[in-house]
């Protein structure tokens, strides 16, 4: 049996969550293992074509140039037919569909983006012994469990648990960064990821741009999770709206925090797209909601539903705009700005078949408040300019039906002309779920609209506005909860990450040995994780070893202290016999000092004033306000300075040197 240490971390150290299996027949696993086959097949083209394009420019030969030019445009076309294969993947919706019988209108979810393996095995063992002077073969387990990490998430599950896959990936990437990436300098590690719509390959060599691609990922999954729930229950219904929330909120952290992007479905114009989209489909999941079990017929019920499906129409304009701008009309699958065409004008007939609805419903003595207070908040502007039409509230029987049959006419137009962009689509005419929903939606207007028309009327029919949207629930976009998944650092033993990372310096270990002589070891230690040599005793055993103020204890003996606590060192020191023996390293300027022990060596002479920087952030030189606040607290407090040294009143000094202690996280080594 595994023993789960934490988190999801087994004994080894390595993590429990495993991608799904890449040969598992199930529809969505084939689709994808289709898709990175195409995205290989598609980057061995754009190589070829590259170097053809070379070739011809270098050629001076009229035959080679010929020949040349015949390859490159049989490079072209089958570089073409891979592109149009792959959009007819991406293009392809009901995979990832609910197997529910229930006809309902399919979803649009997005594919993974796909990944290339990356050998992190030598650059991070040479950046372990280089940076960190450890011995880089005992990392070798620490490493493995890293790349089968990154393995993992490449096939994550359809589920939660390849949502927690991939958001425990990121989490550690926040480590990794900071324990290997400094900024000054380039391991040799290139990340490669393919375009999750054309396949056109990227490279960067910052962990950046893998933290926003898994990201990406994460807001895939989550649309492929929305798209697969039974929206025929209401709790289907709910997983759906919360899932394409998610994924329009991880989008915007995208959208927020990554700039830059090499690659075109994380540019900002694509992205603010799929923001676009996943809200629409959060406001088409929320009208389906208010539909389940169906609804009485009355008047306000009816106008509701009516103005939350024009709610869900202006939505999937808006969609369909941000899908036509320039820089994305050519990205984007041809069948995806279709649907978004199809469901605003889909949506759009169904305002105005609900709002016929409920003027033709059965009417009650309160019947004709509600429509008083409902009316003036019904339509909408009309877009035309100079209409001046206005609609005036129905005060009779008449009146209501003339524009009932108004409204039941919109509808129908609308119908058709959803229907007409639904023939025009090859891949939407392979929907048949959607067909038969545009189909039955058109039947039941024509059907209704029979039943209103009378041979004796003559009067004409009005033009009316459109629908005002208005919602019962409006779409939120919440940020990712990179909470949901608590990660240990995969390589903790190199120490605390606020000392021991890329972006800190420090001396090779070097080991120093003393003896206790009857005034101690002559030495005192402050803070903790690790601790920091505070002072040395002039003539001491630790100066005489070598050690230095400022100096990190990373071992005693064969015990590792970096990540000990400041009284476990003090404990482990004080209760050692015989020689003492450390290892113990020197960063690279004073930073990491207390302002008092700053102050304390260039009163000494020890230490020449330098400018550094303080954990804190603060500027620590012999003129920052940092030092002359301590000065103003120990003047405060009593505590005098003499020769560089700290003197307390005897009766307190006499106290502290019994219990070991020197003042608060602070001991002196007697």
């Known amino acids: 049996m595994t023993e789960v ?27 994808q293992n289709r898709r990175q086959k195409l995205n290989y097949q598609i980057n061995k083209e754009m190589r070829m074509r590259a170097g053809a394009e070379n070739l011809f420019k270098a050629a001076t030969n009229k035959k080679l140039k010929e020949q040349v030019a015949l390859e490159l445009s049989f490079v072209n076309s089958n570089l073409q037919l891979l592109k149009e294969e792959l959009e007819e993947l991406n293009s392809d919706v009901e995979a990832y569909q609910t197997d529910s019988l229930t006809t309902s209108v399919p979803m649009i979810p997005l594919g993974l983006k ?143 925090n990554f700039s830059h992007a090499p690659s075109m479905d994380m540019s900002n114009a694509v992205l603010n797209m799929l923001i676009y989209l996943m809200l629409a489909q959060v406001q088409e999941s929320v009208f389906e909601k208010k539909m389940i079990g ?39 699958p041809y069948s995806w700005i279709s649907l978004a065409l199809v469901k605003s004008e889909h949506f759009k007939a169904l305002s105005h078949y609900y709002v016929t609805k409920g003027l033709q419903a059965k009417k009650d003595n309160s019947d004709q408040d509600v429509l008083e207070t409902i ?142 002589t009857e005034n101690g070891f002559g030495f005192t230690v402050r803070g903790d994780s690790p601790v920091i040599i505070a002072s040395l005793d002039d003539d001491g055993s630790a100066m005489k070893s070598g050690m230095k103020e400022g100096d990190f204890i990373v071992r005693i003996g064969d015990i590792d202290v970096k990540w000990s606590k400041h009284e476990e060192v003090v404990k482990t020191i004080l209760n050692s016999q015989g020689v003492l023996k450390m290892d113990i ?17 260039r009163a000494s002479g020890r230490v020449e004033p330098h400018v550094g920087t303080a954990p804190n952030g603060n500027a620590v030189n012999p003129r920052n306000s940092v030092i002359q606040v301590d000065k103003e607290a120990n003047r405060k407090s009593g505590v005098r300075e003499s020769g560089g040294r700290k003197v307390d009143n005897k009766k307190e000094k006499k106290e502290k040197r019994k219990s070991g202690l020197l003042g608060k996280k602070e001991a002196a080594l007697w």
């Open 5 to 31: 240490i934490a988190n999801g971390v087994d004994s080894k150290g390595g993590s429990l969550r495993k991608g799904s299996d890449p040969l598992a027949q199930t529809v969505r696993g084939k689709m």
């Open 114 to 256: 796909e990944t290339k393996d990356v050998d992190l095995n030598i650059p991070f063992k040479d950046f372990i012994l280089e940076h960190y002077s450890e011995d880089q073969e005992t990392y070798e387990k620490e490493i493995k469990n890293l790349m089968a990490l990154r393995q993992a998430m490449r096939t994550p599950k359809r589920n939660e648990e390849g949502l927690d896959l991939l958001y425990e990936y990121y989490n550690q990437l926040y480590f990794v960064e900071n324990r290997f990436f400094p900024t000054d300098r380039h391991l040799g590690i290139y990340f490669h990821w393919y375009d999750s719509l054309t396949g056109v390959p990227s490279t960067q060599k910052t962990v950046a741009f893998e933290k926003g691609s898994v990201l990406f990922n994460i807001a895939a999954l989550y649309t492929q999770l929305g798209a697969k729930q039974d929206r025929s229950q209401k709790e289907g219904i709910e997983k759906a709206i919360d899932n394409f929330q998610r994924a329009a909120g991880a989008f915007r952290y995208l959208t927020d």
């Open 294 to 332: 169906g609804i009485e017929e009355t008047l306000k019920l009816c106008i509701e539903v009516g103005q939350e499906a024009a709610m869900v129409s202006k939505t999937y304009k808006d969609v369909h705009k941000a899908m036509n701008l320039e820089s994305v009309k050519d990205y984007v």
């Open 375 to 516: 009316f003036p908040r019904l339509h909408m502007k009309s877009e035309i300019k100079d209409d001046m039409t206005v609609v005036q509230i129905p005060k009779n029987a008449d009146a209501r039906k003339r524009l009932a049959k108004a409204h039941l006419h919109a509808a129908l137009m609308v119908h058709e002309e959803a229907m007409r962009v639904h023939r025009m689509s090859k891949m939407l005419r392979k929907i048949d779920t959607l067909g038969e929903v545009l189909r039955h939606a058109h039947e039941r207007s024509m059907s209704e609209y029979g039943e209103l028309d009378e041979e004796d009327e003559f009067y004409d029919l009005i033009n009316v506005p459109n629908i005002q949207p208005l919602t019962t629930q409006k779409a939120e976009m919440p940020a990712p909860d990179f909470s949901r998944v608590k990660v240990m650092d995969i390589f903790h033993r190199l120490g605390p990450l606020a000392i021991f990372s890329a972006k800190h310096r420090w001396s090779a270990p070097r080991t120093v040995e003393m003896e206790r």
């Open 585 to 601: 390293v020197t960063p690279q300027g004073r930073d990491f000092l207390h302002p008092q022990d700053e102050r304390r060596l």
